[in-house]
């Protein structure tokens, strides 16, 4: 036995000198086939990535170059094909794929979640957020600046995310996703900012952020990017050994004399490396390392070493194959490799999580539900009294904090409702605008509000009272405040059916194609993954699936149309309500007038659900009958949302949040969410319009450049406990 087999079992308990046992035996024979088999596999995609191009070299020829058979170099044609184009684009995908792969499966270690993936750490929002800076502000043409300024804010987005999760004592996993997704929202939201005022800036990110391998050309950026990737590898190599013994906990992996804080920052370090070079060289390819170290999983199991190399490996031939398809299933074109991935990597996800071998590997379908209840935390003081009203027979139980609350947000409502009036009326003061609201005053000032301003108002209060009631169905029903119905694929179903009509009937704003999308992407996602209830882990991996394919589609689907038409509909696709009115609101208002009474009446049995489906049932209540109703709600309620506005982000994780402060955590602020959802879009859709002078900002990136430092405050404010 090696040094390195005797530390890895001194470090899973086990004595040094025991021979293995019958299981572990199959699992390294096992591992060693997946290895020889993806090696194997791996090498017959590169000699056809090779010997695959738009020129008629073909296998002999590349092989006649390889070896110098009779002098091949000194042709100038065959080496301008093999040696400058394929074999630096071959040799890219290959470490671009592998870098990807590796950084999954270290992510997904050091997070102890096998859905990670290294956009959690805004790597990706980053690089974009440079290349549109590059583009938008110093107007850079060259992929040699992109490379630059791609790189240069995937490193800054890291930094800032690490920054964050050891601000207080050393960064944990969840501090560590939280700032990413922070991050990464923020730094999105920045983006859509830049895109929206500048249409070359949309025309040239929107043929980057798909991500391919076409501009390799040459050596040069490889060269440039090689040290970094080297190093990034070096760095994750040396992490396996403590991220094995960082599984068993924390307290074990310091008796082991490892450092926790300091191996999950050397591990977000080596990610951050990997990751950037990755986009530099090739765009955001997002997904790869997901299905990577999903694919490693499978077939090697939770061992950190066996796992990382094979998922680099994983990663190496899964990329080198797309770029092949990309190559030759549009000729003489080129398809998007990002694409090309989705399409291989959601079925295969999607197939490895329905197999048995999924409990296998620890991989459980139930999700840890928050310690310190649905929206309260331990310090809090116990609530007052509730009042009771009775008149005769009949008695009323008020609770005395919500109700107080829901006066609050109505009021806070109704502000909101007059300063967006006013906002952009110059000559028309706030006294008379609270007048023209309720109709009064002069009759132009009526007209101008009433006609012009309120139309949208009432469609902003619509949408966001959907999204924060909704919101509040999917977080209660999961125990979790970051459960939003974007992780069911509702947003991506949603958009790219209302994406369908505008294709279909050539017109836009049809309010029904939302929700029917968004039920058609929960009812597929729900039949694939074999039902909800006990499958709700494999709810989750489908939905991010799915979402996954429906996005790349959507945004070749952009990429295609005319300057003028993807930009007018990127705009909608960022969130926006400009437009919008009471035609397009009503449909909305009659949904919530049925929904609203509906969901307050399930509130009272979802909030059982809060505990155990045993204690559940015993007090009456059928827990999967009252998950598929809030299920149903929270699909049509976010569907009707994505009608009116597209998809608004973090209003749905937000308001609940905001809602269950204010009333405490003894009841489901069904209505208190409602109201906060209504005063955020009209307070976003208000401060979009008012910022920048002559320009108006869509309420969805107000809502993202927001969302991102409130997700902080919210979960990561108090006394450093994210949950």
Known sequence: MTLSQVGTAEAAGAEPSAPAPPAAERSRRTARAAVGGILAA?????????????????????LDYLLDTGGARADSHLALVVGDLRLPRTLTALL??????????????????????????????????????????????????????????????????????????GGSPMRLVLGGSAVGATFGGLTGVLIVNSPEAYDRYRVWVLGSLAGVEGWTTLRQLAPVLGVGFVIALLTTRPLSALALGDDLARGLGHRPGATRAAVALAVTLLTASAVALAGPISFLGLLAGFLARAAAGPRVGRLTLLAGLVGAAVLTGADVLARVVARPFEAPVSVIVALIGAPTLIAIVRSRRTAALGMT????????????????????????????????????????????????????????????????????????????????????????????????????????????????????????PELLGVNDGATAAVLISVTASGTFGAWWAGPIGALVAVGVVTVVSGGLGARGYRVLVVGLAMSALASAVIQVAMARRSLSSASSLYVWTSGSLNGRDYEVAAPVLIGLAVLVPLALVVARRLAVLRFDDNVASSLGVDPGRVRLVC??????????????????GFVALAAPVVAGRLAGPARVPVLGSALVGAVLIVLADTLGRVLISGVEIPVGIVTTVLGGPFLLWVLLGRKGNPA
């Open 42 to 62: 791996l090498l017959a995609l590169t000699a056809l990535s090779l010997s695959v191009g738009a020129g008629e070299v073909g296998p002999g020829r590349v």
């Open 96 to 169: 671009v794929g592998g870098a990807l792969g590796v950084a999954g499966a270290q992510l997904q270690s050091v997070t102890r979640n096998p859905l990670a993936e290294t956009g959690l750490l805004g790597v990706n929002a980053g690089a974009s957020l440079g290349v549109v800076l590059g583009i938008a502000v110093l107007g850079v043409q060259t992929s040699y600046g992109y490379l630059a300024f791609a790189f240069g804010g995937a490193v800054l987005a890291s930094g800032i995310v690490l920054a964050i999760a050891g601000s207080r004592g």
């Open 365 to 484: 379908d139930t999700a840890p539900a928050e310690s310190s209840g649905r929206h309260g935390h331990p310090e809090e003081k116990a609530p007052k009294p509730d009042v009771v009203i009775r008149r005769g027979a009949l008695s009323l139980l008020l609770p005395r904090r919500s109700v107080l609350a829901a006066l609050g947000l109505a009021t806070a409502l109704l502000a909101a409702v007059v300063v967006s009036a006013h906002a952009g009326q110059s000559e028309l003061g706030l006294g008379r605008t609270f007048q023209a609201v309720f109709g009064y005053g002069e009759r132009l000032d009526v007209l101008l509000v009433q006609k012009f301003r309120l139309g949208r108002i009432v469609a902003g209060l619509a949408a966001g009272a959907a999204l924060g009631l909704a919101g509040c169905l999917t977080q209660t029903l999961a125990r979790n405040r970051l459960a939003t």
């Open 631 to 648: 299920l149903l709600l929270a699909v049509a309620l976010a569907g009707l949302a994505v009608g009116i506005c597209g998809p608004v």
